[in-house]
């Protein structure tokens, strides 16, 4: 097994008992308490929010969504969403 599949499976493993749901699908997402909260750009990643009123391109955070809300350097949130989200769909375990 090679580096980056144990480290995809440790982080993996470690977003499941966060979410308590097996590896939700991920969004950017601004948070407020982060440091480079008010900069106009996703600083935070967060599972996918199922409430039918969340419009899914709003990366604000409301109480229907789920935990946990990670802040992120914003230069890093799309890829790291675009990761997540690849291991997801690819059964990453």
């Not at 499976?9 to 997402?29: I, V």
Request: charged fraction near 25%.
């Amino acid at each position: 097994m090679s580096t980056l599949d144990s480290a995809r499976r440790a982080a993996s493993e470690l977003l499941r008992q966060e979410t308590s749901e097996d590896l939700p699908e991920w969004r950017a997402a601004y948070d407020d308490e982060a440091p480079e909260s008010g900069s106009g750009v996703p600083n935070a990643i967060t599972p996918v929010c199922s409430d039918e009123d969340h419009e899914p391109s709003d990366g604000g955070v409301y109480a229907c969504c789920p935990e946990p809300v990670i802040p992120v350097p914003p230069p890093l949130v799309d890829y790291l969403v675009a990761l997540l989200n690849a291991d997801r769909n690819d059964g990453v375990r």
